[in-house]
């Protein structure tokens, strides 16, 4: 039996959407190839708000995040984290040979825009990264106000993850001055795992180019300027099966609308968050809870590895704590093509079962 996920990624995948998987093969150095990237491009431009190149990868988003703190990183990297996928950003900085520091908030709390003044105006960095969704803990992250101290520093590519949260809520790239903006395809975007796609800025471009060791396939100089240069094609063979699925899930997103979705995200989150303030507790300040899941504290010291279990048995799936954090909290995603009914439904089923 399948089980419906309420997991953050992979997410479901709607059958129509799938179907687009599974479109007869095209060469990627036909016009054709030409004509579905800049179409995505076009749409992905929308969806991020913004003017800059857009970029695919055939990797899931952690090889975007290793492309960019890579490739753009002339003297040190910040990294600002709220959890295991704020730390990564690290670990990849640490594998590269890229000279970075880590700043980490206490589990549960967000970056404050404070700490990335009290780093940046050492003058030590010309990269940050920043988590606005932390998939671990559940927060998002004041990104306004973070960007808001990042834009005094001219020096600086601001990376964004934006790997749980895009397309489920508002993320205008332009407008938060983001340098590199990284999303994957398998969560709020919903669609099945196996591409990235980001935003590259001409700071970015700029920055890379005094970067002389970027690697090869993670290289996003030279991904660019491949794309300019051909007609918005790829060094390597990308997966064209992924494209015409996202080509296909972008126009849905935009029949939505966008506002529409963000709104549905919303409320879906402000379900789950009421839920689980009235049955256990929210992990993270409400005022930081993500809108496209919600991680829960166990203060009923339930065995989340048993509801899940039960759960599974009528058709359902949520996720337990990530890393440290198993056991003492739990998630429920809703995010991607996830309805507010389905929502309520879960929610109800977990109500006799707890
Ligand atoms: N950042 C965040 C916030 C994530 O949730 C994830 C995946 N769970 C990643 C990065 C890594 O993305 P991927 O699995 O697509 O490589």
Known sequence: MHKKLFIPGPVDVLPEVLEKMATPMIGHRTKDASILQKS????????????????????????????????????????????SFGKRWHELAVGNNVPADLFESE????????MVEEAL???KYDLVTITHNETSTGVMNPVKAISDVIKKYPEIVFCLDTVSSLAGTKIDVDDLGVDICIT????????????????FSEKAVEAAKQVEFRGYYLDLLSLYKYIQKKDHQYPSTPSLSHMYALDYQLDRIFAEG??????????????????????????????????????????????????????GEKGYMISNGYG?????????????DRQVNEVKELLELINTLI
């Open 107 to 114: 589990m549960g709390q967000p970056t404050t825009p404070e």
């Open 184 to 199: 994957s395809t398998q969560k709020a975007l919903g669609l099945p795992p196996g591409m990235a796609i980001c935003s």
């Open 121 to 123: 105006s050492t003058g």
């Open 40 to 83: 995505i491009s076009e749409k992905m431009m929308k969806l991020m708000y913004t003017k800059n190149q857009i970029m695919l990868s055939t990797t899931s988003g952690t090889g975007l995040m290793e492309g960019a703190i890579r490739s753009c990183t002339r003297k040190r990297a910040a990294v600002f984290s709220v959890g």
């Open 258 to 311: 966008l506002e529409n979705r963000f709104e549905r995200h919303f409320e879906m989150a402000e379900i789950v968050r009421d839920w689980a303030e009235d049955r256990f507790a929210l992990f993270p300040d409400r005022e930081f809870a993500s809108n496209t899941l919600t991680t829960i504290k166990n203060t009923r010291g339930i065995n989340v590895g048993d509801l899940n279990k039960k759960l």
């Open 324 to 336: 440290d954090l198993k056991e003492k909290t739990f998630r429920i995603a809703h995010m991607g």
